[in-house]
Structure formats: structure tokens, C-alpha cells
């Protein structure tokens, strides 16, 4: 039985296995031309869509040994100059669109509702005015000022009991 003259596997043409044939140059460049083909890429897309390939696919992913694998792979990837320099130019063509600048502006502007928000929420003997505003802002927030109102007003009592407490217990020592 003739086998592969490299690895002695199984025979499949010219002397060689099927991996092995694989690489002869001109075979690699048939095939190469072949995986360019429409109906091939049709195929192999149908092919990732059925459930068993993704199971199995599931499962090889699954495995620490593999995981370490794809981990380490990525970052041999990731470190290449030319993927690096496509990697730089594609963040920076993103960070000049349109709408990646308006989401930019939007989440400053949110970022500093919430500052203001917080900080007004804190205030110890907030004025009318400040409170009006935070209502407004809980508002755009979403955030429930009810549970902040009676919080506040609960400190509030405490504060008076507290202080009547004081004044009672002073006039009341002679
Ligand atoms: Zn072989």
C-alpha cells in the first residue's frame, strides 16, 4: 500500500497525504483561488449556522487548554506591527465619526448632570431654587426624589427632636 513519503500517512496523491499534498505549492494556490469562490463562502456560512457545529464548537471552546490556546494566539495576534497599525487606524477613523462624537457628547453632558445632581443631593439646607433644579434633574435622571424628600424630611424631625431634647434637658437643670 503506498503511503505518504513524508509521514507515511494515509496516500492521497502524488506520493503524499492529504495534509501534506495540501502544501504543494500549486495545490495551495488552487485552493486558496477555490475558498474566494461565492458558493463556497455560501456553503461554509450555512455550514457555521447549524447547531451542531456550534455545539461543537461550544465544546472545544469549553476547555481550559483551548481557552489558554485562543488566549495566546490573540496575543501573539494583537502585538504584530501591521495589525497594530490597522488596529491605529481604525480607532482613529471611529474616534472621527459623527456619531461617536455626538454619544461622546451626550455621556459628558449625562456625566455632568449626575455631578450636579449629587452634589445638590448633599447639600445640607438646600435653597428653593436648588431644589427645584433637582427635581428637574431627577427627573431627566429618572431617579425617584420622593424617597430622597423623605429621607430628608425624617433627618429633618430628627434634627428638631434632637435639639428640643438638648434645650429641654438644659432649662431643665437649674
Ligand atoms: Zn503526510
Redesign the pocket.
Known amino acids: 500500500m503506498k503511503t ?1 513519503k ?4 494515509k496516500h492521497l496523491a502524488k506520493g ?2 492529504s ?2 499534498y495540501q502544501q504543494l505549492p500549486e495545490v495551495k494556490a488552487k485552493l486558496r483561488e477555490y475558498y474566494q469562490k461565492p458558493e463556497y463562502k455560501a456553503r461554509r456560512r450555512e455550514y457555521y449556522q447549524k447547531p451542531e457545529y456550534k455545539a461543537k464548537q461550544r465544546e472545544y471552546q469549553r476547555k481550559p487548554e483551548n481557552r489558554e490556546k485562543k488566549r495566546e494566539y490573540n496575543r501573539k495576534y494583537y502585538q504584530k506591527p501591521e495589525v497594530k497599525a490597522r488596529w491605529r487606524k481604525y480607532m482613529r477613523e471611529y474616534h472621527q465619526k459623527p456619531e461617536y462624537k455626538a454619544r461622546r457628547r451626550e455621556q459628558a453632558e449625562l456625566k455632568k448632570t449626575i455631578t450636579e445632581y449629587h452634589t445638590l443631593l448633599k447639600k445640607k439646607k438646600p435653597s428653593r431654587t436648588e431644589i427645584l433644579r433637582l427635581e428637574a434633574l431627577a427627573d431627566i435622571l429618572g431617579r425617584d426624589i420622593e424617597e430622597w424628600r423623605t429621607e430628608r424630611m425624617r433627618k429633618d424631625y430628627h434634627e428638631r427632636m434632637d435639639f428640643s431634647q438638648r434645650f429641654e434637658k438644659r432649662s431643665g437643670q437649674p
Not at 513524508?6 to 500517512?9: K, N, Q, S, T
Open positions: 505518504c513524508i509521514c507515511g500517512g503524499l497525504c495534509k501534506h
